[in-house]
């Protein structure tokens, strides 16, 4: 099996390669990016003969599609839509299965965070995801959408129970990167990064869907916070959560339910501080004039804060789950609860984000590769990895240190 992984010198992409480089299966990791020193890194890193670096501009469909050719499986850990749908519409082109770990799901393209996102000309946005599956289908393409942490594992596991119940009502996925909590004392917003902060902003101040009452209703992003308590697999935390985008294909995948949505975790007080930033309109986007020179207000905050929020040494992330089921089965009432508390790697200098999203991504890769996740088209996680597989893919993790826990009540 031969593996290609675009966004390879970063962060997530580096752990995939981290952990198919010592599996027999594997023969043969391509590592994609714009700069061979970054790629040199991760090659070095990982220490093993089957990585092998590739310079692309993507923009570059013939140079993209001949070296797709070459590989059985693409991994894609890019940063945003505009790059994400460039490179698997290249993949579908040239037949190769994918997985991918961008929140959006590309069947039911967001209306409102396109990011200069080119459509084929003459196509509009709502019909570009369905006429990228349609050609997947053709092309016999597995196209596993929006696989690692979130979404990812808050859909493999919230889709196992919903199977397991007759009658599934109520479903929310709370999950989140946060620091250790040693570490979130030392930082702004209790908060320290792990992944694009600028995206996270973002997050934190568009509108999206959730499920309300059985119908797809539209909200605006950091709203209804919960406090909650975490209280298994040896910790003891209270936490809160808000609304934010993050599991868009579960309004396609599961319209039996007839409330649903996903919550980001943080620690307490972090949530009051977006709220501060928002009101003063820290966040906004839209130029101002300061002192007779047009400034953005969101770019200003974030050349103050991200140095600030950046990791300082020895300081290490945690990744947490807590999602809940509840619905009937056998004519009574049932609630499934889900709980993962994920930390860093220090030994190998792997973060938990790193952990828990490049690890599904790769145990995702490698099923695709054998055959285990037959279908074709844009697949989302919970409709890729269900029934034996989905208790395959419990114990891939858990090999990797990464348990999660099913109660059920």
């Known amino acids: 099996m031969k593996v290609l992984v675009f966004g390879g010198s970063g962060k997530i992409g580096s752990a995939v390669a981290w952990d198919l480089a010592p599996d027999n ?15 040199d890194k991760v090659k070095n890193w990982i220490g093993s003969k089957k990585v092998f670096p ?66 084929p000309e003459g ?11 349609k050609r997947a289908c053709e092309n016999d393409v597995t196209f596993v959408d929006g696989m690692g942490f979130a979404p990812g594992l808050s859909n493999i596991t919230l889709g196992d129970g919903i199977r397991k119940i007759d009658v599934a009502e109520r479903a929310v996925a709370r999950v989140g990167g946060i620091p250790s909590k040693a570490a979130a004392v030392r930082h702004p917003l209790r908060y320290m990064i792990t992944w ?25 992003a950091a709203t209804a916070l919960e406090k909650f308590r975490f209280n298994k697999l040896g910790r003891d935390e209270e936490l809160e959560c808000a609304i934010t985008p993050g599991m868009p294909s579960f309004l396609f995948t599961r319209k039996q339910l007839k409330d649903f949505a996903e ?19 820290m966040l906004d986007i839209g130029p101002v004039d300061f002192k007779g020179v047009k400034i953005v207000p969101r770019e200003f905050l974030l ?31 049932v609630k499934i609860e889900y709980f993962m508390w994920d930390e860093a790697d220090t030994k190998n200098n792997i973060s938990s984000m790193m ?17 285990e996740i037959k279908a074709k088209g844009i697949v989302a996680p919970e409709d890729a990895v269900f029934g034996d597989l989905y208790q395959k893919f419990i114990v891939e993790l858990k090999k990797r240190g990464i348990e999660i826990l099913e109660v059920m009540t």
């Open 25 to 39: 299966e594997v023969e043969a990791i391509g590592i994609v990016g714009r700069h061979e020193a970054a790629l």
């Open 54 to 119: 590739h310079i692309l501009d993507i923009n570059d469909k013939k140079a993209a599609i001949d070296l797709m050719k070459k590989y059985d499986v693409g991994v894609l850990t890019l940063p945003n839509r505009q790059t994400s749908y460039k490179v698997v519409h290249f993949a579908i082109e040239a037949g190769l299965d994918i997985v991918d770990t961008i929140e959006e799901f590309h069947r039911t393209p967001d209306a409102y965070e396109t990011e200069g996102l080119e459509l």
């Open 123 to 133: 196509m509009e946005l709502a019909e570009y995801g369905e006429w990228l599956h």
């Open 196 to 220: 694009a902060f600028e995206h996270v902003l973002r997050e934190y101040m568009i509108k999206l869907n959730v499920v309300k009452d059985g119908k797809i209703v539209e909200v605006d």
């Open 263 to 281: 919550k980001t975790v943080r620690w307490p007080g972090h949530w009051q501080g977006i709220y501060t930033l928002k009101e003063c309109g």
């Open 303 to 333: 050349s103050i804060i991200t140095p600030r929020l950046k990791p300082d040494k020895d300081e290490t992330d945690v990744c947490v789950m807590y999602n809940t089921l509840e619905g009937k089965k056998d004519g009574r009432n």
């Open 355 to 371: 952990r828990a999203t490049g690890y599904p991504m790769a145990i995702t890769a490698r099923m695709i590769g054998r055959g």
